[in-house]
């Protein structure tokens, strides 16, 4: 065998080396480029009654809104006419019961001078109040 069989040798194991590596590589490759397409293809048939679902939820949860829109309104409204209404309370019937508080307060002042003892009694002490300067007696 002379040197240049011997490097056609070395160089066809080399090759043979070579393509069955590549050979192997592209039957994992093919394995994996199934498994991917596999698992796209749940993904897909999962996805779409997922994403379904969550478009069903979206719009109810945009009905809750609207209506959640129309109580504050409704609300809102409410308290509105409350106002106006404690308002127009206040003003018809405010200045009377002032009135009438006023008249109550005259009468029981009447009725109390009515009912206080006489010049020459003895007066109640009250504790903590100060009598003003025209009533103090002068002492000595």
Same mark, same amino acid.
């Given at each position: 065998m002379t040197g240049g069989e011997v490097a056609g040798i070395l160089v066809a194991v080399f090759w043979a080396i070579l !393509?069955? /590596?590549?050979? !192997? #590589?592209l039957v994992r490759l093919a394995q994996t480029l199934k498994a991917a397409t596999r698992l796209v293809a749940d993904v897909t048939e999962q996805a779409v009654p997922l994403l379904a679902d969550a478009s069903a939820t979206v719009r109810s949860a945009q009905t809750q809104l609207d209506r959640v829109d129309a109580i504050a309104t409704d609300v809102?409204?409410?308290t509105s006419n409350a106002s106006a209404l404690s308002t127009t309370v206040a003003s018809t019937f405010g200045g009377p019961l #002032?009135? !009438?508080?006023? /008249?109550?307060y005259g009468v029981r002042q009447a009725l109390g001078r009515r009912s206080a003892p006489a010049a020459g009694a003895p007066r *109640? +002490? #009250?504790v903590g *109040? +100060? #009598?003003? &300067? &025209?009533r103090r007696r002068k002492k000595g």
């Open positions: !393509v069955s /590596f590549l050979a !192997v #590589v809102q409204e409410v #002032v009135k !009438v508080a006023a /008249f109550g *109640r +002490t #009250v *109040r +100060t #009598v003003p &300067a &025209a």
